[in-house]
């Protein structure tokens, strides 16, 4: 069965710091990646998404990034953290068809 | 991609069936409509996927009138754990490969004793 692994699950970090993020995917091969992120109190935002190594999409403009050295590997990070970084991120995956799996997620907070 | 409108909170009690709707006026042709539930500080979970008239599965049943301008996700007897926020999507179809799809505020659901 396929599994998605994310970490950290939480993380503190001051301002100007830089972040990554890890997902990983077993049990399937050549997924689509997603990161998603949630602010408290709102929907998911969807951040970026990959159908292939090194085939990255970006949705928002903002100071991340994301990278897919692996196939079942994506990485969240940035080099600088902003306060309004701060919020629940999610990495899903799906195969074939749009029905999502997402991961446990990572909560960051920036001071 | 399809605007949806639902409402933002709910209330049940335990055993009841509790109906939430969604709006979706501009869907198009291939779009399918897709329910997702999220409990705190956990990601979304798959609860249905539909594209008309009716399905059902173990956790719930999606119900699509003819136009397809809006759907019912109902859920039978709901118990405590049912508490969560459910969203409606609407957008690419079943065999799109992959989502751009971004959820909106979805429903919370607070089912008391």
């Known amino acids: ?111 | 991609l399809a605007k949806t409108t639902q409402p933002i909170s709910m209330d049940s009690y335990e055993g009841q069936e509790v109906n939430i709707t969604c709006s979706h006026n501009n869907i198009a042709t291939n779009d399918y409509i897709t329910w997702y539930q999220q409990f705190p500080s956990q990601g979304p979970r798959f609860i249905i996927q539909g594209y008309k008239t009716k399905v059902t599965n173990e956790v719930a049943s999606l119900f699509i009138p003819a136009d397809r301008k809006s759907s019912t996700l109902s859920l039978p007897r709901v118990s405590l754990s049912d508490t969560a926020v459910y969203y409606c999507l609407v957008g690419e179809g079943a065999d799109s490969g992959y989502s751009t799809l971004t959820f909106g505020k979805g429903t919370m659901l607070l089912v008391s004793p």
């Not at chain 1, 503190?12 to 710091?17: A, E, L, R, W, Y």
Request: glycine share 8%.
């Open chain 1, 1 to 111: 069965s396929q599994t998605i692994h994310q970490w950290p699950a939480t993380l503190v970090q001051p301002v100007g710091s830089p972040l990554s993020l890890e997902c990983t995917v077993e049990g399937t091969s050549n997924p689509n990646l997603y990161w998603y992120r949630q602010a408290a109190g709102r929907g998911l935002q969807l951040l970026f998404y990959s159908v292939g190594i090194g085939q990255i999409s970006s949705e928002v403009p903002q100071n991340l990034s994301a990278s897919r050295p692996q196939d079942r590997q994506f990485i969240l990070s940035s080099k600088k953290l902003l306060l309004s970084d701060s919020g629940f991120y999610l990495c899903a995956w799906s195969r074939v068809t749009n029905v999502l799996t997402f991961g446990a997620g990572s909560r960051l907070t920036v001071l």
